[in-house]
């Protein structure tokens, strides 16, 4: 008798946004398509949210964005996994010209199950990075989860409605704990599509 193979599966979560058309698909299409694409690669049902609109950061710097989350079960380790969601974004002429710029579609892999990666001295250095850096530095390496997930009222309500209790892997709060810390300001911003 053979013996079975078990997968390990994790769930990744991935917040989707855009905020530029492309041909005659609007942002809200784009993000549907690339929700369906990315079920078909993961080779698994995806749960999505709503659709939420979201202002555009800095503020002035474009047309409001359209973002939502989704998770997935996958075997995928977080580089193929990335390498995955950059391959979606080049189907939809995403250019990485500028820093929270305007885009057609921009996929972030939030969290990849309780992974640390690439350890809690580097994640606490990119999540306590002041804003001003934050606008120049980008990472040169997969940092999970998301440094800046806690502070993102558009990943965050998202998150709620399909993983209110995600709990995050370094603070010990649920998203929905993490999301009722944001400033009212910003959770009012993000408003269902």
Request: hydrophobic fraction near 40%.
């Amino acid at each position: 008798m053979g013996s079975k193979v078990t997968i390990m599966r994790t769930k990744a979560i991935i917040s989707l946004g855009g905020n530029l058309p492309l041909g005659e698909m609007s942002p809200r299409k784009i993000l549907l398509a690339a929700a369906r694409e990315l079920t078909l690669l993961m080779g698994e049902p995806c749960q999505v949210s709503r659709l939420f609109q979201t202002p555009c950061f800095p503020a002035g710097a474009g047309p409001d964005f359209v973002n939502a989350v989704l998770s997935v079960e996958t075997d995928l380790d977080p580089a193929r996994l990335l390498s995955c969601l950059h391959d979606v974004e080049q189907k939809f002429s995403r250019l990485r010209k500028q820093r929270w710029g305007t885009r057609t579609l921009d996929l972030d892999l939030i969290a990849l199950g309780e992974k640390v990666l690439p350890d809690l001295g580097v994640h606490q250095r990119w999540r306590d990075l002041p804003l001003e850096q934050q606008m120049k530095e980008t990472p040169d390496q997969l940092i999970l989860p998301h440094p800046r997930m806690q502070d993102r009222a558009f990943v965050l309500v998202p998150m709620c409605d399909i993983c209110p209790q995600w709990r995050h892997p370094i603070l010990g709060k649920t998203a929905a704990e993490l999301c009722a810390e944001l400033p009212e300001t910003d959770l009012e911003a993000v408003q269902p599509l």
